[in-house]
């Protein structure tokens, strides 16, 4: 388990960003709504990971604080939600407005 990366953001797409660490970048993907986007390349990030492994994928999702990476992990625990689709909800708006949304 990877609980963080922190690094030098060197190439952003759309969902995703590449950080590298040591030499070594890491494909991380993010909400359309992260910070991460905002910062320019060879800028200094940290973000809390999740990795989902699957039988043909190992994906990595990343998020600029620690309650956005817990909502993403209750967000799978419903039925029918995986990491892309989690991912998805976290890209419409902040933590407290989605809380607010489901409640």
Do not use: C, H, W
Not at 2 to 25: Q, S, T
Not at 39 to 50: A, C, G, P
Not at 61 to 89: D, H, P, R
């Amino acid at each position: 388990m990877i609980y963080y990366i922190k690094g030098k953001i060197k190439d952003k797409m759309p969902g995703a960003i590449a950080i590298e660490n040591d030499g070594v970048a890491f494909l991380v993907n993010v909400p359309e709504n992260s910070k991460a986007f905002l910062l320019n390349e060879n800028e200094e990030i940290t973000l809390y990971t999740s990795m989902i492994v699957r039988e043909d994928d190992i994906s990595l999702y990343g998020f600029t604080n620690k309650e956005s990476l817990a909502l993403f992990k209750l967000l799978q625990t419903v039925s029918g939600i995986g990491a892309k689709a989690a991912l998805s909800i976290l890209s419409i708006g902040s933590v407290d407005a989605i809380n607010n949304a489901i409640a």
